[in-house]
């Protein structure tokens, strides 16, 4: 019996894990994917506070990662599958292995939207990413197109400058969501193309991405672009279909909490992207680790 389960070693997760090793709790944090989690889709994190020159997500995460390791709180590649509630205690069920915990840290993170076109499912790994930064050096000296106007889009599409001959960046309105700073580097740059007011239609090619139909949302016309590879960045959704009904979402899947990040099922939190907030950022995630570690150490020690 755990006192604590993490769901997710992203930056919530892991933080969670840091201040629950800490409190010498006995801890375990499953991830089903990579320790780190989407940051790492990033190569480099410019806005967390202690570096004025910024810091790969790589390095960041590791070295979070490491000082969870040393306190002594086991992580494992897992992937939840079902939580189910037994007594007043909690029973988390993975592929292989079934763990039983007093709390429960949900911060699962979430998964990249697709935009549901022609082509996109079936060239999935053959030319449709959406990951940049793994995919982005086998575009060298091609042509590209970036899907997106937030700031993941346009910090992807500057990441691409280094390897692509030419990017499209097509966006739905007239200007981008993404920071000042960011929107001007892209202006700056010879090699990015902006398509204001565009939604991709459909993505074409048989064995490879060949190329995109687009249509301008005020006239309504079509054209086709030609590309090589396609970068898709419109929005992410919470993963948190594992939960069933067991808590209680809002319309989008995420997760509710009070501001002391407790869900509506005593004894489970929630932490980071598959939270229902307003900004998603790494150091926001870090914040609600920590506040829901330290309400799950409360909880805890309310059951003695």
Not at 99 to 126: F, M, N, Q
Not at 161 to 183: M, V
Request: net charge neutral.
């Amino acid at each position: 019996m755990y006192d604590l389960l993490i769901i997710g070693a992203g930056p919530a997760g892991l933080t969670a894990g840091l201040y629950a090793g800490r409190a010498r709790l006995k801890a375990l944090i499953l991830e089903k994917l990579t320790c780190g989690g989407q940051i790492l889709l990033t190569e480099t994190v410019e806005n967390y506070p202690g570096f004025p020159g910024g810091i790969s997500s790589s390095d960041l995460m590791g070295n979070i990662e490491e000082q969870v390791m040393k306190l002594g709180v086991k992580i494992l590649e897992e992937e939840v599958r079902q939580i189910e509630k037994i007594g007043i205690f909690w029973r988390i069920k993975t592929r292989e292995n079934q763990y039983d915990a007093k709390a429960v840290v949900i911060a699962a993170g979430s998964l990249p939207k697709t935009l549901e076109v022609e082509g996109e499912k079936h060239l999935t790994g053959k030319g449709v990413s959406y990951c940049a930064t793994c995919d982005g050096p086998l575009y060298r000296n091609k042509i590209v197109a970036v899907v997106g106007g937030g700031d993941t889009a346009a910090e992807e599409v500057l990441f691409l400058t280094r390897f692509a001959a030419k990017i499209f960046l097509i966006h739905r309105r007239s200007q981008l969501r993404a920071a000042e700073i960011l929107a001007q580097r892209l202006k700056d740059n010879i090699k990015v193309k902006p398509i204001w007011n565009a939604q991709v239609l459909a993505i074409l090619g048989n064995e490879r991405v060949e190329g995109l139909v687009i249509k301008d949302v005020n006239s309504g016309n079509e054209e086709t672009i030609l590309c090589d590879g396609v970068f898709i960045y419109v929005g992410r959704a919470p993963d948190t279909g594992f939960l069933g009904n067991l808590i209680k979402l809002d319309e989008h899947g995420h997760i509710i909490t009070d501001e002391a990040m407790r869900t509506d099922e005593p004894g489970i939190f929630a932490a980071g992207d598959c939270r229902k907030k307003t900004f998603r950022q790494v150091i926001t995630a870090c914040s609600d680790g920590a506040v829901a570690l330290y309400s799950a150490q409360q909880y805890l020690e309310g059951l003695k």
